[in-house]
Nanobody
């Protein structure tokens, strides 16, 4: 079974920082794209940032404040969040696309269970 498990969410004051981590578990050989999405209360899930083959992509709302990074050997993706704002509040989900398992099986996409980030004003 392949899973993505997030950690690092919590409550922080505006202007503060948090670092989210997401670890892939199971017989994973490689993950093409890893990223973070978030869903605020009453809103749809939206892209935060993705990382693949040395390339990164950010939503305009987090550019300059958030940094995504990967450790491919550990099947892990991180999201360093600085200068947090109340509008960053939401459940943050880890996403993996193009997952190759040991033995060659491919999985199109896997989502983590989410971790809650709350930014108080």
């Amino acid at each position: 079974q392949v899973q993505l498990v997030e950690s690092g969410g919590g409550l922080v004051q505006a202007g503060g920082s948090l670092r989210l981590s997401c670890v892939g578990s199971g017989i994973i050989s490689s993950i093409n794209v890893m990223g973070w999405y978030r869903q605020a209360p009453g809103k749809e899930r939206e892209l935060v940032a993705t990382a693949s083959d040395g390339n990164t992509n950010y939503s305009d709302s987090v550019k300059g404040r958030f940094t995504i990074s990967r450790d491919n050997a550990k099947k892990t993706v991180y999201l360093q969040m600085n200068s947090l704002k109340p509008e960053d509040t939401g459940v943050y989900y880890c996403n993996g696309e193009g997952i190759r398992l040991l033995g060659g099986v491919r999985i199109r996409e896997v989502w983590g269970q989410g971790t809650l980030v709350t930014v108080s004003s």
